[in-house]
Nanobody, 123 residues
Framework: QGQLVESGGGLVQPGGSLRLSCAAS????????IGWFRQAPGKEREGVSC????????YYADSVKGRFTISRDNAKNTVYLQMNSLKPEDTAVYYC????????????????WGQGTQVTVSS
């Protein structure tokens, strides 16, 4: 079965930056779009961003456009989420997930999921 492992979370002040990494193994990574999702305390899981199989198409939730950037290094089987100008409302557990071929908005479309990494934005 496929495996995804997130890293790079932590505590950061408002306006600060973090870079999350998602390392993939045990599946045909290059055939999968990779999405980032997050779940804040007391809220439903929401889609944040997604990148296509070749990295030539990217998608962002309105709440993070202009602040977050997704990228992938297919030689390393790794996807990154650069998060700038962080706000307290960005506080959540962040998950990466893989979907065969295409980016999709709904979490239910994704086949493989990581364990998540905590991001806390606070003074």
């Amino acid at each position: 079965q496929g495996q995804l492992v997130e890293s790079g979370g932590g505590l950061v002040q408002p306006g600060g930056s973090l870079r999350l990494s998602c390392a993939a193994s045990r599946f045909t990574y290059n055939n999968y779009a990779i999405g980032w999702f997050r779940q804040a305390p007391g809220k439903e899981r929401e889609g944040v961003s997604c990148i296509s199989t070749l990295g030539d198409s990217t998608y962002y939730a309105d709440s993070v456009k202009g602040r977050f950037t997704i990228s992938r290094d297919n030689a390393k089987n790794t996807v990154y989420l650069q998060m700038n100008s962080l706000k307290p409302e960005d506080t959540a557990v962040y998950y990466c997930a893989a979907n065969f071929h295409r980016c999709r908005a709904q979490a239910t479309e994704y086949v493989y999921w990581g364990q998540g990494t905590q991001v806390t934005v606070s003074s």
